[in-house]
């Protein structure tokens, strides 16, 4: 058995996105009696709605309201859609400059070796020079949880091996079959100060 077609309910249409608003109000959208015009092309001052739409459209630009809150809205004579995209690539590039601490993780037993140790803290170090925080942590298996002091021994030796480049945020603490201690860049601590 065939279902008949499903009909729109209203002038709802699943299948037809509504048009996306406008960040800013352009052309014809803005509807005060007089405007402040700023930019490159023009002269600066408060201009009638109509005489600024003129202006626009001789420029073959569109006319866009920058800053509404004003009194009276400056807005800009330019090409709508060439300011939405240096827009989107000025907050691109300063989305890309913010750069996030991560926290990376560094994994020890009670019995890690010399070697290993000093393999870890060479990553460590890296880390933190990157201005990455570093959380060191042992893991104990089994019965090892018996040799907590190696643990909290691992983790201080590694955060003296570690003290020039770092700092840490704490005194080793257990948690469940993990001893832990968090480890923060020296360098970035210093600039807070200063």
């Given at each position: 058995m065939a279902f008949p077609p499903r009909q729109p309910r209203g002038n709802f249409n699943p299948r037809f996105k509504k048009e996306q608003q406008q960040e800013h109000r352009t052309n014809n959208m803005i509807r005060v009696p007089q405007v402040r015009l700023v930019g490159d092309n023009v002269e600066v001052g408060v201009y009638s709605i109509q005489?600024?739409?003129?202006?626009?459209?001789?420029?073959?630009?569109?006319?866009?309201?920058?800053?509404?809150?004003?009194?009276?809205?400056v807005c800009k004579i330019i090409d709508y859609n060439k300011f939405l995209y240096?827009?989107?690539?000025?907050?691109?590039?300063?989305?890309?400059?913010s750069k996030t601490a991560e926290v990376k993780e560094i994994r020890f037993t009670p019995g890690t070796d010399d070697h290993d140790f000093d393999f870890k803290a060479r990553h460590a170090e890296s880390f933190l020079k990157e201005g990455n925080k570093v959380k060191a942590y042992v893991?104990?298996?089994g019965r090892a949880i018996m040799f907590k002091e190696r643990g909290e021994l691992v983790?201080?030796?590694?955060?003296?091996?570690?003290?020039?480049?770092?700092?840490?945020?704490g005194l080793p603490k257990l948690e469940g079959k993990r001893m832990l201690m968090i480890i923060s860049p020296k360098g970035k601590q210093k600039k807070k100060e200063g």
């Open positions: 005489e600024a739409m003129k202006m626009a459209q001789e420029q073959q630009l569109d006319l866009v309201e920058i800053s509404p809150q004003a009194d009276p809205p240096e827009k989107k690539k000025k907050e691109k590039e300063m989305k890309s400059k893991q104990f298996k983790l201080l030796k590694f955060a003296e091996r570690l003290a020039e480049v770092g700092q840490p945020e």
